[in-house]
Structure formats: C-alpha cells, structure tokens
C-alpha cells in the first residue's frame, strides 16, 4: 500500500479564500483523523471519523472549518473563508480501530500558508 | 479531555548516552499507547506499538514501557545516535487520540 496520501503538499493562498485538502487512507482502514500542528499549539486532533462517521468534531476551531469523507478511500478538510491564523501543517492519519492493535499510520502533510 | 504531557521538552545528550524520555496522560485509561519520530518538516513515523493487554515494547535499541496505574508511559533509548535527533511524540491510539506536544532531542557527535 502507498500509505495514506495528502494533496497538495504546499498550499500558498490569500486570505479569504477557499481551502481544500484532500486524504486518501490506507486501503482497509475503517477511521480517519485530521490533526493541525503548528509550533504554538502542537499536534491538535480535529475531527475523527469510524465508518466515514464523524465521530468526534469538537476540535474543529471554528465553522469556517469543515470535513466530509463521502466515501472510505477519501476525505477532505475545507476552510472557507481561510484566515492567516490558518496557517499550519494539516495532517491527516488512518488506523483500523478495533479491539486489537491500532496502529495510527501518517500522511506527509499538507503545509498551509494564508497572506 | 484527555491532555498529554511530555517531559522533558528538548534535550540534548552526547553520542553513546542511554536516555528516557517521559510521557503522562490526565486519563489513565489508557488503551493502545504509541510512540512516534517527526524529523524536521516530515509526518510522523511510528515507533512502537503497546497494546491494552502489553505492558512493553522492544525494537532495536528503543523500549517503551506503560504504566496504567500511573498514566505513565517511557521511551528508553539506549546507545544514541546522531541519527536519533528527532522530536519524539506519544499518544493513545486506541481510545482518544491526543498527542502531547513532544521531546525534541538533539544527540551530539
């Protein structure tokens, strides 16, 4: 498997304007999670899904921040309208979450810089 | 909710040293404790793996053990490297998901 895949990589946009991220999890996986790291705040959890169900959203920041995952091999993270305090590295991870070993595996990241 | 708290925050050790680092949790009730390496601007990599029913890991020259009486987990490495400067974050993966913000180690030559 190519491990769970993040689009883009670098993502330079102006205030106000909309973001996307996309996440491909490893095949087989049944939960994602979306995490922003930032050298202020570290590695915070946003938004977890079991199932392609959110199951916990209480880390999203604001309502300028929503995520979907319409099916099991794919997610996004849209911030709209985006504000420089957005900046950060977004990271998104899959496991399978069962009684035994749970295994969070990374994306490389997807670095974000707002003007 | 559960916070993470990892101590030291940075060290810096010669080549050759033993080393622990330490990783406490609010919530004891810990289910699945995993240890992880970020290099400087890379995702994370996943070290070791300690399960509800373990109460240690060993890979190479690193050793995780957990405490769950305590909510206590440490990362033991041994003969440092150059190679092994990383920051060094845990988490419970199993159950809530939240990572501390992380050892950053710098290991001299």
């Known amino acids: 498997d190519a491990g769970v895949i993040q689009s883009p990589r670098h993502e330079v946009t102006e205030m106000g304007q909309e973001v996307t991220l996309r996440c491909k999890p490893i095949?087989?996986?049944?939960?994602l999670f979306w995490y922003r790291q930032t050298m202020m705040r570290g590695l915070e959890l946003l938004i977890y899904f079991n199932n392609n169900v959110p199951i916990d959203d209480s880390g999203m920041p604001e309502d300028r921040f929503s995520a979907k995952m319409p099916n099991a091999s794919f997610s996004t993270l849209k911030i709209q309208p985006s504000e420089p305090r957005d900046s950060a590295v977004y990271f998104c991870?899959?496991?399978?979450?069962?009684?035994?070993?749970?295994?969070?595996?990374f994306g490389a990241g997807s670095r974000l810089t707002v003007l | 909710k559960q916070e993470v708290t990892q101590i030291p925050a940075a060290l810096s050790v010669p080549e050759g040293e033993n080393l622990v680092l330490n990783c406490s949790f609010t919530d004891s009730a810990i289910y699945n404790l995993q240890w992880f390496r970020q290099d400087p601007g890379k995702g994370l990599t996943s070290l070791l793996l300690i399960q509800s029913s373990q109460r240690e890991q060993t890979s190479g020259r690193l050793n995780a053990s957990l405490d769950k009486s305590s909510g206590r987990s440490t990362l033991y490495i041994a003969a440092s490297q150059p190679g092994d400067s990383a920051t060094y974050l845990c988490a419970d993966t199993g159950n809530q998901f939240y990572f501390g913000t992380g050892t950053s180690l710098t290991v001299i030559p």
């Open positions: 991870a899959s496991s399978f979450v069962s009684s035994g070993a749970n295994v969070l595996t």
């Open positions: 095949s087989g996986h049944n939960s």
